[in-house]
């Protein structure tokens, strides 16, 4: 397991984690990544393990996987996770991570990505 960035959300620092194997934190197994609330953190599984029937783009994997448990911290961290039933939907984390560069790009076409 090796510290790859510390990130600002919504207030709160996050610390993620890459590579982590179940020896470093039980709870990986069988998840590509995990966010911890309770201490702030995010860990995302060793996910190239050199298999040939991994996907062929890991790294374009992985940055998924890091905006999926982003996007499940911003929606703790803003109190949705608690007082919503899609908080901590699976299928809308899933998507808000697969279609924000899309989204940001759509935004940035026209110049809107910041007020």
């Known amino acids: ?3 790859f960035s510390k990130v600002n959300v919504l207030g709160t620092q996050y610390t993620i984690y890459k590579n982590t194997t179940e020896l470093d934190k039980p709870f990986i197994s069988g998840a590509d990544g995990l966010t911890d609330f309770t201490t702030k953190e995010i860990f995302i599984a060793t ?3 050199g298999d040939p029937n991994n996907m062929q783009d890991m790294e ?3 940055k998924r996987t890091i905006r999926h448990e982003l996007i499940h911290a911003i929606l703790f961290e803003s109190g949705l996770d608690h007082n919503s039933k899609w908080g901590r939907d699976e299928e809308i984390v899933d998507w808000i991570a697969i ?3 899309k989204l940001l790009a759509v935004f940035q076409s026209i110049n809107i ?3």
């Open 1 to 3: 397991m090796k510290e």
């Open 47 to 49: 996910l190239d393990d």
């Open 60 to 62: 374009h994997y992985e």
């Open 99 to 101: 279609q924000f560069p």
């Open 113 to 115: 990505e910041t007020f």
